[in-house]
């Protein structure tokens, strides 16, 4: 049988990870969660998923320090960055990092669908 195609969600918001993973889960998808960057790192170092949805704004620590170190842990790592607002300096800088692509919030699943799909195979994405 063949592996799910497993990817990881870092939100700061718990019933963000929980509605991106149920309705995933749901179409064959292994989904991880993580409500924080020290979380995300420690299962992106055990699971070593191919694609991380990471929210730009969170707690703590914030998403571009998280995608420098994604980077560093397995530069072949995807990232789609997701963003509350068009914030187009740290949009920029995620391209800088090394992100695929980037969705706003409110997240629409037909847009976020696709975009994890085309991840497993492919280019830029972009939801405008």
């Known amino acids: 049988m063949a592996e799910l195609r497993k990817f990881l969600v870092v939100d700061d918001e718990a019933e963000i990870c929980d509605f991106v993973k149920n309705f995933f889960e749901e179409r064959n998808y292994k989904v991880f969660t993580a409500l ?7 299962i992106v170092a055990k699971e070593k998923p191919p694609l991380v949805l ?8 914030d998403g571009l320090t998280v995608l420098r170190q994604i980077k560093e842990l397995d530069s072949a790592i995807k990232v789609i960055m997701v963003s509350a ?10 391209y800088r ?19 994890v799909f085309k991840s497993f195979g492919a280019a830029e994405i972009k939801n405008k």
Do not use: C, H
């Not at 924080?36 to 420690?42: D, P, V």
């Not at 990092?97 to 975009?115: H, R, S, V």
């Open 36 to 42: 924080n960057g020290n979380e995300a790192l420690s």
């Open 54 to 61: 990471l929210d730009i704004k969170m707690k703590m620590v």
């Open 85 to 94: 607002l068009d914030e187009k300096d740290k949009i920029e800088e995620a």
């Open 97 to 115: 990092f090394g992100a695929i692509g980037y969705i706003t919030k409110p997240l629409i699943l037909d847009e976020l669908e696709q975009a």
